[in-house]
């Protein structure tokens, strides 16, 4: 899947992975690839600024520890990254309906 096609898209994908559980950067990319049905395959470079990006708005909390002798940073969904992801799943919602509408076969 092209890079560009994720534009807009990427924060709310993140966001409904890490939603009902905690995930560290390595099983969040594992997530989005099998969710995906090995479609989404993001670089580390494109995943982890996301990551910050959305802890610094609030969305994200992440917190350090240690598993089989490796630290690891682990992200929860905070109550303002559930309002966001909401909201994201309407406007995907919008978008998706509207991209449909234009690409669906007329018929006469």
């Known amino acids: 899947m092209k890079a560009d ?14 939603e009902h559980e905690p995930l ?3 099983a969040i990319m594992e997530a989005l ?4 049905g090995g479609e989404l395959d993001l670089p580390t470079g494109t995943l982890y600024p996301a990551l910050r990006r ?6 994200l909390a992440s917190e350090w ?14 109550s303002a990254g559930q309002k ?8 995907w919602e919008v978008f998706r309906t509207v991209i449909e509408g234009v690409l669906r076969p007329r018929t006469n």
């Open 5 to 18: 096609a994720l534009r807009g898209h990427l924060d709310p994908m993140i966001l409904a992975v890490v």
């Open 24 to 26: 560290h950067g390595y």
């Open 33 to 36: 690839q099998e969710r995906s």
């Open 65 to 78: 520890s240690t598993v089989g002798g490796r630290k690891r940073r682990t992200y929860q969904l905070t």
């Open 84 to 91: 966001t992801l909401a909201a994201g799943r309407g406007e």
């Open 54 to 59: 959305l802890e610094r708005a609030g969305y």
